[in-house]
């Protein structure tokens, strides 16, 4: 027991602080507390009033009413002034007293101790010991219910944090996203467990735990963007997610889990900067996230499915280096690449990432050797990868990204095979890549990669048709194009430029492959004259303005094949505008304004205008622009010596001469 202090003064300030200390004051506002009353009052008397007046300030005035009435008749406050003197109310006491008996025992035992101080220390000392047990007794069952409260809040929010990840494991483990209406359905999971968490508590001990779970739910929110064709709203995510990652990554360093994390965000960054034609912004991301991931596996992060990660990571930067332009560099590291993962044991080669990183690879290599036009060789590769992509359908049949791979396989095969001049086998190769994409599309309807490849496709088989002479499925085809486009929405940048060009397009197979049907010539015309409307109504696109006076042209050729003569030679009068030395290859510029003239000609001659001075200006034109032709380079004499529309020319002596001057 602590010796007691012979000042009287000195035992009050202990009392007192006592006192304030079991009401929840701490330490340090004791002290201020009684050097405030110091200061004020100079003797115990007036100690005690400082005291008194002082509880009240400090919001404890019911207990300085009880402490005034239990020592009212006390000498120690004989000399209190008038002034500070509290009304006595017992009745207002005794009935406190029954609301608050214990707070009201703990100031009656302190106003007791004030009052015999000088004359009982150990007695008093006893009362206190006796009240500061009872006081500590409640505040360990109160620190023990919140303690235990607490405890129990940490272990329902750990237990709710374990639900929402193993929930989300799940679901990514169903493969969502590879089956039909399945995106809509994970990303709205996603939202609902933002919410769920957002009514979480917070807790100290889990907030790293938190933030983890909330960094899984962001990467899965701009993963889903990024499908959906929303590149700009999946970088805005992966911003927000780095942050928080490197936020973990400070409180936690050794955290092998989000370091890699980490490296493959970046690497998903800088992929998403690839697909807006952004490649160039992408060296740095993959500088930082590399060697993260490499780190992450020496450290030994997930064995197999870690390695299959980091080579899709590196295919991705080696196509950023082949779509650069470094096709001997990316070739080289495709092709080692190649062997690192060939080496590996089936089960790791056999997983889905490996065998995609190692068809992308081969991709590279079948490029690079088209490049160089060793076709034989670009085959093959391309086949090794068909035959990857193939296996990871047999194991997940709607695997999206492998089928979509798979298609664009056939795709490049089939241009293969239109540049070794087998048109049949390039035609078989687009059906199917086609058919592929077009299921795709229908799908997986907010995927716009694949709605964006079915019309390409669309595009590439008109042309295939068209260039092979197959004049109706080209017709069939090109609608088709034309369709797709004009169904597109609205809200994509590149709708309205691809319409035009679908249109002209379809123009221009009109003139070659219905130059006799009326109702089709009516429709050419139409298209042709849209197409024009939607370049001159869209100043802001860049414009090739050589499809805008090819669109002018072919409405010219189909007005004349129509009798349209005055529209048909207006027409052609603003072509030779547009293309007057502001052409390339003038030389066949002037070959097709040839063609023109020889249909406005035939136009003037069906019309019976004969050889009258409109239809001679038009044989004369045809002559004009067949010289300046051959003056700039123009060389195909079998071109000349057996197109239609110039047999009633050929036995004239000014074409004979034409033609000699190309022997």
Not at 110 to 133: K, M, W
Not at 338 to 348: K, L, M, N, Q, T
Not at 485 to 504: F, K
Not at 630 to 639: I, P, S
């Amino acid at each position: 027991m602590p010796v007691p202090d012979s000042n009287p003064e000195t035992s009050l300030d202990r009392l007192v602080c006592q006192y304030l200390e079991a009401h929840g004051r701490s330490v340090d506002e004791a002290r201020r507390f009684l050097e405030d009353h110091r200061r004020e009052a100079s003797d115990q008397g007036r100690a005690l009033e400082s005291i008194l007046q002082k509880l009240s300030e400090v919001g404890l005035p019911r207990e300085m009413e009880v402490l005034r009435g239990s020592i009212a008749g006390g000498s120690s406050i004989e000399r209190r002034s008038a002034r500070v003197r509290a009304p006595g109310s017992l009745e207002q006491a005794r009935r406190w007293f029954r609301a608050h008996p214990a707070r009201a025992t703990a100031a009656v035992t302190l106003g007791i101790a004030l009052v015999v101080a000088p004359a009982s220390y150990g007695a008093l000392q006893q009362a206190r010991a006796r009240e500061t047990g009872r006081l500590n007794v409640e505040l360990k069952r109160s620190l023990a219910a919140a303690a235990a409260a607490e405890e129990e809040a940490t272990v329902a929010a750990e237990k709710a944090l374990e639900a929402i990840e193993s929930q989300l494991r799940r679901v990514a483990k169903l493969g969502l996203e590879d089956t039909p209406g399945g995106i809509e359905i994970r990303r709205q999971l996603v939202e609902d467990a933002f919410q769920l968490i957002e009514e979480i508590p917070t807790v100290p001990r889990l907030v790293h735990a938190r933030s983890v779970v909330e960094c899984s739910l962001l990467r899965t929110r701009g993963d889903l963007l990024r499908t959906m064709g929303d590149e700009t709203g999946a970088l805005e995510v992966y911003r927000r997610l780095e942050k928080r990652l490197r936020e973990n990554l400070l409180a936690r360093p050794d955290d092998v889990g989000t370091r890699a994390e980490l490296g493959t965000l970046l690497a998903q960054r800088a992929a998403t900067l690839s697909d807006l034609g952004r490649a160039t912004e992408t060296a740095a991301l993959y500088d930082e996230g590399l060697p993260l991931i490499e780190g992450a596996l020496r450290e030994g992060w997930r064995p197999g499915i870690g390695d299959a990660t980091h080579a899709m990571v590196r295919v991705h930067r080696i196509l950023d280096a082949f779509d650069a332009g470094q096709i001997v560099e990316a070739e080289a590291q495709a092709h080692g690449l190649i062997a690192e993962i060939e080496a590996w044991p089936d089960e790791v080669r056999s997983l889905p990432n490996a065998r995609m990183a190692l068809a992308e690879s081969y991709r590279v290599t079948a490029q690079a050797a088209a490049s160089r036009r060793a076709f034989e060789q670009a085959i093959q590769a391309e086949e090794r990868g068909a035959e990857l992509l193939e296996a990871v359908l047999k194991v997940r049949p709607r695997h999206r990204r492998a089928t979509y791979r798979l298609a664009e396989t056939w795709r490049r095969q089939a241009l293969d095979w239109m540049q070794r001049g087998d048109s049949r086998t390039a035609s078989a190769l687009l059906e199917r890549c086609s058919a592929s994409y077009r299921e795709l599309s229908e799908l997986y309807p907010e995927w716009r990669e694949a709605t964006l490849a079915a019309g390409n496709i669309l595009a590439l088989r008109a042309q295939l048709a068209s260039t092979s002479g197959d004049g109706e499925k080209a017709l069939e085809l090109t609608a088709q194009v034309v369709e797709n486009w004009r169904t597109r929405p609205e809200s994509d940048p590149l709708r309205l430029a691809g319409l035009a060009m679908a249109l002209g397009n379809a123009a221009n197979n009109v003139t070659l492959f219905a130059p006799e049907d009326e109702e089709r010539l009516r429709e050419g015309v139409a298209m042709a004259t849209e197409a024009m409307a939607i370049f001159d109504d869209s100043p802001s696109q860049e414009i090739d303005r050589t499809a805008y006076w090819m669109f002018c042209y072919n409405r010219s050729v189909l007005r004349s094949k129509l009798g349209e003569v005055d529209g048909a030679r207006s027409d052609l009068e603003e072509v030779m505008r547009l293309t007057e030395g502001n052409a390339a290859n003038q030389a066949m510029v002037q070959r097709y304004l040839a063609d023109a003239w020889c249909e406005l000609y035939a136009g003037y001659r069906s019309k019976g205008a004969g050889e009258t001075d409109t239809a001679a200006f038009a044989k004369e034109q045809i002559y004009v622009h067949l010289e300046r032709a051959v003056a700039r380079g123009y060389a195909d004499k079998n071109d000349l010596s057996t197109h239609e529309g110039l047999a009633a020319m050929r036995t004239e002596a000014r074409f004979q001469a034409l033609l000699a001057g190309l022997e």
